[in-house]
């Protein structure tokens, strides 16, 4: 701090002299003014580290100074802005704009100083960019008896070396991304980055620029120059989740960088090569997704060189019980509690239950017995399912139990469709709380119900 530079912009005399005062103190070189026409030219002549501006100060528009300071060779400055007119839309904008800090009028001295300490911090101190950290993954731990999901694992295990990409396919909370850093885990790239994006819980102007980066004044707000999750996974691996959600036109943007080694910025002239290893899931059918024009067929080729189905948690009898004491040791852990395991009984309830959330579900069912539970085994009450589950619902909601309706009846598919719609039918169409009463997430529940506009 000592020495460095610090740019003054205030019409009040006094208020000038008093913060002169204080940042002299803190060992600024201060230069202070009472209007502001010359600021920009200041700037890139005497390249100040801080400025502290009145936005009403004559001669001075914030917006316009920071815009033409990001257009400049001398880029934004850490600029903390004074303002005696606190509207939300209008601080947004500045801090999108690159201001650092916003401080309503009358502005403590105190409070101003910490703000400069914090932005100098950030400049002084930034963090270490990803391909500047040590790279320390957690050991991935897959629990499994069951004799598919260990041949899958033992394929994983064969081809995680190569430079192949992957396809990863498995309903909803079955494990898919815990495969792909299990791959991550044991191939050559375990000491790089594993880079994680999902491609459905991003617009598609957003997307592209995450993805590929973008260049500095390539759109409205690109105040520099980003790069994209594939530069940040060069050498390591890029997890896609949900790649069937991907916009058409930035498929064959992604085709083009698997098949060239480069990625074109957002507003970028030159390529940039990258050495990445794609490893994409997706809960849908891939197959009927390109069928249906959804997924180009040529990019599905492209990522299936090696494909690998997740079976679901109901057709993994074998893995309940390893699951359920992997899980009870976890979160007596985390919660501090002293469950040891199961009764046969409750054990039986869960061998019983379909499982259309797959393991997420029989996680969060385990994690709420041992919270609940009042001895050191869990019982069949503590699950909270089948006569448990529906008392439950039934006096949070007031709605109706399940027992009145016949779930026996036709394919596995129709007697989900039944169950999803009865419970939006008694949560009165919450989403949210249909998801937590089926024990699956919003976003399964939601892609459920787009299955559903295609007849089966």
């Known amino acids: 701090m000592p020495g460095q530079k610090l740019f003054l912009i205030i019409e009040n005399p006094k208020e000038r002299m008093i913060y002169t005062d204080l940042f002299k103190g803190m060992g600024f070189l201060v230069d202070a003014v009472p209007e502001g026409s010359g600021a920009l030219n200041y700037l890139l002549s005497q390249k100040p580290e801080v400025v502290v501006a009145d936005d009403g100060t004559p001669g001075f528009s914030t917006l316009d100074f920071l815009k033409q300071a990001a257009d400049s060779d001398t880029g934004v400055p850490k600029t903390i802005i004074l303002t005696s007119d606190p509207v939300v839309d209008y601080a947004v904008s500045l801090i999108q704009h690159g201001a650092m800090d916003y401080l309503i ?124 999750k ?16 991907m916009q058409y036109h930035l498929q064959s943007k992604l085709l083009r960088v698997l098949q060239e080694k480069v990625v074109d910025r957002v507003g970028g002239t030159q390529p940039v090569g990258v050495d990445v290893r794609v490893i994409a899931t997706t809960n849908r059918d891939a197959k009927s997704a390109v069928e249906n024009h959804a997924f180009r067929e040529d990019l599905f080729y492209r990522l299936n060189t090696i494909p690998l189905i997740i079976p679901p948690l ?47 579900e029989l996680e969060n069912v385990i994690h709420r017995a041992v919270l609940i539970s009042e001895t050191d085994m869990i019982t069949p009450s503590d699950l909270l399912m089948d006569d448990g589950e529906e008392t439950a619902f039934s ?62």
Do not use: W
């Open 314 to 360: 109901r057709e993994r009898s074998q893995d309940i019980r390893p699951l359920c004491d992997f899980f009870i040791k976890k979160y007596c852990r985390i919660d501090a509690r002293s469950v040891k395991g199961l009764t046969d009984q409750a054990l039986s309830v869960l061998h019983n239950h379909s499982f259309p959330g797959n393991v997420r």
């Open 230 to 245: 594939f530069e940040l996974a060069d050498k390591g691996t890029l997890f896609l989740d949900e790649i069937t959600e």
């Open 105 to 228: 009028k009358p502005v403590d001295p105190r409070q101003l100083e910490l703000s400069v300490k914090k932005s100098l911090a950030t400049a002084i101190a930034p963090l270490p960019s990803e391909k500047e950290k040590t790279v320390k993954h957690k050991a991935v731990q897959i629990v499994t008896k069951d004799p598919k999901m260990e041949n899958l694992l033992k394929l994983a295990a064969r081809v995680a070396d190569s430079s192949a990409s992957v396809l990863i396919q498995g309903e909803s909370g079955t494990g898919k991304e815990l495969l792909a850093k299990f791959l991550h885990e044991k191939s050559a790239r375990c000491n790089q980055s594993f880079i994680a994006i999902n491609c459905a819980a991003l617009p598609e102007n957003l997307l592209e620029s995450e993805l590929f980066g973008h260049e500095k004044g390539a759109f409205t707000g690109a105040l520099a120059r980003k790069a994209g």
């Open 395 to 456: 006096e949070d909601t007031g709605a109706e139990s399940f027992a009145d309706e016949d779930f026996s009846a036709g394919s596995l598919k129709e007697m989900e469709h039944r169950m999803i719609f009865r419970t939006l039918d008694q949560t009165e169409g919450n989403r949210t709380h249909a998801a937590k009463i089926l024990g699956i997430s919003v976003r399964t529940l939601r892609n459920k119900l787009n299955e559903y506009k295609e007849p089966f």
